[in-house]
């Protein structure tokens, strides 16, 4: 018999909200949560001084958190946060598991670059006063694994613990990967989603030495991202951290929990291309999405929607817009795309999961969210539907693309529930 997987919790934080609700009306009414930085001086080598800050510590905010935040990175932070929300919302409770049970709740989330700024921190020190003063906790707060592990202590999650890094895949991979637990019958819940906060001097420099960064729109920020357009120049960064709670249906059933939608088919490759460049044909892109919607069994002309990858690079975005073209074919101008970085900014190995999130709220909004800043598409991304002003509908089925440096490709299917 087939696991379906269920969505029964969501939580978030990110620039434009605290709560997924709040992330999703910002981006449907195209609220941008993209400031100049102010947590650090910028230089005038820094060409790109604007991003998408989280104006909170969730430590402060949650008194569990309080006396653990010292010893969490800013990514994991935000993931612990965002965990907190899903599980409050899912209702699940892991105080009646006999171990057997226990050993059947996993944890997979997405990160690729965290803790930079403690690593920043210490370096200074060490320069000053050498390694006496390094502080014991670094490893642990910089460890990637750490965003998986630290949730996996303080819930009692006994089940799979890990983290995927596939640079701005991350978080689609771990998705996935969330799902393969439930359908081969290793689990029957697992919380999944990431976390990102590369936001720090070194990371924007070298973001923006590349050059990778938006360029030219220092003084006028909430147009800085700009997928799609004419005038983008390269993406935003932005910070936060997401989380799901997915079930084997059964299993949300007989504990009568309040379904989102269901993940009906995926698929993840890689472009074997370039380490930082897209392969320009889109030709692995558009497979990875052509073979997640064959697993699903939905035909392009079943899509309500989908949500792109397109962070606003001038290499990045033309690439997507092709293999979108030729996986639809001549369904290309029926099923509207658009790119919710324009106003969320690139969350890079969060980005998969703040859009499947999106891509949740469109389904049970009946809104399909736009391409804010998209004044006049670039001829390059011609030739599909763009949606530059939000879409009251029925949404039904959507797919989210999400790709990253050195090739990943993830694509999720998702779809309203229904039994």
């Known amino acids: 018999m087939d696991r379906r997987v269920v969505i029964t919790g969501m939580g978030g934080i990110a620039s434009t909200g605290k709560t997924p609700q709040e992330i999703f009306e910002s981006t449907v009414h195209g609220r941008s949560g993209i400031r100049r930085v102010t947590r650090f001086s910028t230089d005038a080598y820094h060409k790109c001084k604007v991003a998408g800050e989280v104006d909170i510590n969730p430590g402060l905010v949650d008194r569990v958190l309080r006396k653990e935040v010292l010893k969490m990175a800013r990514a994991t932070q935000f993931v612990m946060y965002a965990i907190r929300q899903a599980l409050t919302d899912s209702h699940f409770n892991f105080d009646h598991l006999i171990p057997k049970k226990a050993q059947r709740v996993g944890i997979c989330m997405g990160a690729s670059i965290i803790g930079m700024s ?24 910089i460890m990637p694994s750490a965003i998986a592990a630290r949730p996996s202590v303080h819930e009692g999650i006994h089940g799979p613990s890990y983290t995927t890094s596939a640079a701005c895949a991350s978080s689609g991979i771990s998705v996935i990967d969330a799902c393969t637990l439930i359908t081969t019958d290793e689990c029957d819940v697992v919380l999944t989603g990431g976390g990102e906060d590369a936001i720090d001097p070194i990371s924007l420099a070298s973001f923006g030495n590349m050059p990778a960064l938006s360029r030219g729109w220092n003084e006028q920020p909430e147009k800085a991202s700009r997928p799609f357009d004419s005038k983008r120049s390269g993406f935003v960064p932005s910070e936060g951290g997401f989380a799901f709670v997915f079930e084997e249906l059964s299993h949300a059933l007989a504990r009568k929990a309040t379904i989102y939608a269901e993940i009906v088919g995926y698929c993840r490759n890689s472009d074997a291309y370039n380490i930082v ?4 044909s889109g030709s692995w892109q558009s497979l990875c999405m052509e073979t997640a919607l064959e697993r699903a069994r939905i035909k392009t002309s079943g899509l309500s929607y989908i949500s792109a990858h397109a962070t606003g690079t001038t290499d990045g975005d033309p690439p997507e817009c092709r293999a979108i073209a030729s996986l639809l074919g001549e369904d290309v101008g029926k099923v509207p795309v658009s790119s919710t970085k324009a106003v969320t900014g690139h969350l890079m190995s969060a980005s998969a999961a703040i859009e499947l999130q999106i891509c949740v709220m469109a389904i049970n909004e009946g ?17 599909i539907r763009h949606v530059q002003n939000a879409i009251k509908t029925n949404v039904d089925v959507v797919l989210s693309n999400s790709f990253g440096f050195g090739g990943p490709n993830s694509a999720i299917v998702v779809k309203r529930f229904t039994m």
Request: include cysteine; charged fraction near 20%.
């Open 277 to 280: 460049l897209p392969d320009p």
């Open 367 to 383: 809104v399909i969210p736009p391409t804010t800043n998209l004044d006049i598409i670039d001829p390059e991304c011609a030739g």
């Open 118 to 141: 403690d690593v920043i921190e210490q370096v200074g020190k060490y320069s000053a006063t050498g390694a006496k003063y390094i502080s014991s906790q670094l490893i642990q707060r």
